[in-house]
């Protein structure tokens, strides 16, 4: 892997600081963290999963209601470098938002390679 990637960084260079998979050495139990706290919360909260926003079989928003109506929304929207991931795996961050009075919106949307970043 020495092909030159982008503005001289290697192949495996652009890996490494866009994938934590490879980065981060606690990676696996972190996620798995991640997900029991999205799973829990995903279970508890008042929502409105999978909510269509477009024609793709990804583009949708799991929407977590805060209890004032009317109130702010958080749209996040969720890292994974463009190629996994999708909003039920980041349902806990609806947690500290809805505590806080923001309503709170998970978006998906199609991945690499069926789509560009640009």
Known sequence: MNETAYKGF????????????????????????????ARTVRDRAKS?????????PRELLDIYAADKPA????VYIHGGYWR??????????AAGANAHGLAVALAGYDLCPQVTVA
Do not use: I, T
């Open 10 to 37: 290697r192949l495996d260079e652009m890996e490494y600081q866009y994938n934590p998979r490879v980065s981060v050495p606690e990676y696996p139990e972190l996620a798995k963290m991640r997900a029991a706290q």
């Open 48 to 56: 409105w999963l999978n909510v269509a926003y477009g024609s793709s």
């Open 71 to 74: 109130g702010p929304v958080l």
């Open 84 to 93: 996994s991931l999708e909003p039920a795996m980041f349902s806990h961050v």
